[in-house]
């Protein structure tokens, strides 16, 4: 009887755990599932249907339109993310093999600085940045836009590679320095081949900031060297005469695209990675 009890009340919690997720998934893919539907209605049908209802006759009048407004955008922003997530992951790698593998005088002082750097708020280094810009000769450009999300990004980088690299046994780079191997030998002979896991986290952390980023887009960028992001927002606030929600629920699909779909096929790489290492430390 004990046992039976048990076995009823462990499915009892099943199922309410169930129907528990249930309802928070769909409530979470209701705004998906409402962009989704609305892409793909006539401006007549959006007016007279309500927000759940299956367009009477499904167009791609609003996604051809979207596409034609945004695409210059969407390009701009695949040149200033693709780079900014290589090359500040790349460096944070390097950083974080330095501060944690090359112990030197100060240098648990620095990590605290650039750790110090992820609770910086975006608008404190608008100014300065705006400055450095200037100075530079990157204000309104896109590589300027590079260089900023790289700066900003390299807190977050180093700090995951470092605490992946903690974890790392310090005897196995003590024995290759003793076989002769230098710092850039160890780095990417041996410290590399074993980051996989925190390279996919670096890489998908990086890409999602830079992708969706709006400030920096909007006030280092302007003209053609924007990202999509802020095209979009200039699109929504821009529309004259009737408001045309198919056209706005398409190019907000289609800026969420590429980050959907990198939770998609590479999100169980992001999970990975955060429970081989990054946490440690």
């Known amino acids: ?44 049908d959006v007016r007279t249907g309500n927000l759940l209802t299956l367009p009477v006759d499904w167009t791609l009048i609003g996604w051809i339109k979207a596409w034609s407004t945004v695409h210059e955008y969407f390009w701009n ?39 110090f750097g992820c609770f910086i708020p975006f608008q404190v280094i608008l100014l300065p940045m705006s400055f450095t810009l ?5 204000a309104n450009t896109t590589t300027g836009l590079v260089l900023v999300h790289v700066i900003y990004g390299l807190a977050f980088t180093t700090l995951f590679f470092r605490n992946y690299y903690v974890g790392i046994p310090d005897a196995l780079i003590k024995a290759a320095r003793l076989d002769g191997a230098g710092f850039f030998t160890i780095f990417w002979k041996i410290l590399l081949p074993l980051s996989t896991p925190i390279v996919m986290v670096s890489l998908i952390w990086q890409f999602t900031q830079v992708w969706n980023d709006f400030l920096f887009g909007v006030v280092f960028a302007s003209g053609s060297a924007q990202p999509i992001t802020v095209a979009l927002n200039n699109l929504v606030n821009t529309s004259t005469g009737a408001k045309e929600y198919n056209v706005d629920m398409a190019a907000a699909m289609i800026a969420a695209l590429p980050t959907l779909l990198v939770y998609i096929f590479a999100g169980k790489y992001f999970v990975r990675g955060l429970t081989s290492g990054v946490v440690k430390g």
């Open 1 to 44: 009887m004990a046992d039976l009890s048990h076995s009823k009340r462990w499915s009892f919690n099943r199922i309410a755990i169930h129907t528990t997720l249930l309802v928070a998934c769909a409530v979470y893919l209701v705004p998906l599932v409402v962009m989704l539907l609305t892409s793909f209605k006539t401006p007549d």
């Open 134 to 138: 200037g100075k530079l000769g990157l």
């Open 77 to 115: 922003s695949f040149m200033i993310t693709v780079p900014a997530v290589i090359i500040s992951t790349f460096i944070g790698a390097l950083n974080g093999y330095a501060l944690s593998k090359w112990s030197f005088k100060g240098s648990n002082v620095l990590f605290s600085m650039l750790l």
